[in-house]
């Protein structure tokens, strides 16, 4: 491969993001239609992005993203201070914690 190879090589993610100009754009596939392994490889990117976006697309069926939130478990903490006075005058302080599961 050629200094120029690897230029292309550099760029192809770019170029396959859209993140090129339309002259870098043009001058990959001028060097891509003369040089057939950085097509070979532009074509094996450009396949594996392609791959990716669409998995990345696909959604769980209903019926199992039903039963996934079914089965997601919240719990609740609620602190509450209570003050109350002793007979001395003096406060005494008391927090209680209640924790509570909710399913679903």
Not at 14 to 38: M, T
């Amino acid at each position: 491969m050629s200094a120029e190879c690897d230029g292309v090589l550099e760029r192809i993610y770019s170029a396959l993001d859209g993140e090129v100009s339309a002259e870098e754009l043009a001058d990959i596939h001028q060097h891509l239609e003369a040089c057939p392994p950085c097509l070979e490889e532009y074509e094996v990117e450009a396949a594996l992005k392609a791959l990716v976006r669409r998995c990345c697309a696909e959604q769980a069926p209903a019926a199992l993203r039903a039963k996934i939130v079914a089965s997601i478990t919240r719990v609740q903490t609620v602190q509450t201070t209570v003050t109350a006075h002793a007979a001395d005058g003096s406060a005494v302080v008391t927090r209680v914690t209640r924790t509570t599961t909710v399913e679903g």
